[in-house]
């Protein structure tokens, strides 16, 4: 499952990146006010982009609070930093491969 899990994290940063790109090179900028002001721009893209920062923020307790449990992938601030940098749907994907990677190095019928 996790080479699912990491060819899932590329498709979706193709898929996101394709359509940042075309963004940027169509002359969008990153500054907060520009980049914001174009993910509130209407009704709908303001839900969509609460919608993902509050799933982000609900990624990113999971990713902390498994860690400071004892459930620590490698390097879990990374994936906090990528959910916020890049995207959640690359992060995602990423942890789910990295926890599966650490199940099955731990135990193979571990469940985490």
């Known amino acids: ?5 990491r060819a899932l994290a590329l498709l979706a940063f193709v898929v996101t990146w394709t359509y940042n790109g075309r963004y940027i ?3 969008g900028g990153l500054g907060p006010a520009e980049f914001f002001g174009a993910a509130f721009a209407n009704d709908l893209t303001q839900a969509i ?29 990374l994936h906090v930093a ?12 990423l942890y789910l491969a990295a926890r599966e990677d650490l199940r099955r190095d731990i135990s193979p019928t571990s469940e985490l």
């Not at 499952?1 to 899990?5: G, Q």
């Not at 982009?49 to 449990?69: G, K, M, N, P, Q």
């Not at 990528?82 to 994907?93: D, K, N, R, T, V």
């Open 1 to 5: 499952m996790p080479t699912v899990y």
């Open 49 to 77: 982009t609460l919608d993902v920062y509050l799933a982000a923020l609900v990624f990113s307790i999971w990713v902390v609070r498994e860690s400071r449990r004892g459930v620590a992938v490698r390097w879990p601030w």
């Open 25 to 27: 090179l169509g002359g």
């Open 82 to 93: 990528i959910c916020f940098g890049i995207g959640l749907a690359i992060a995602l994907p």
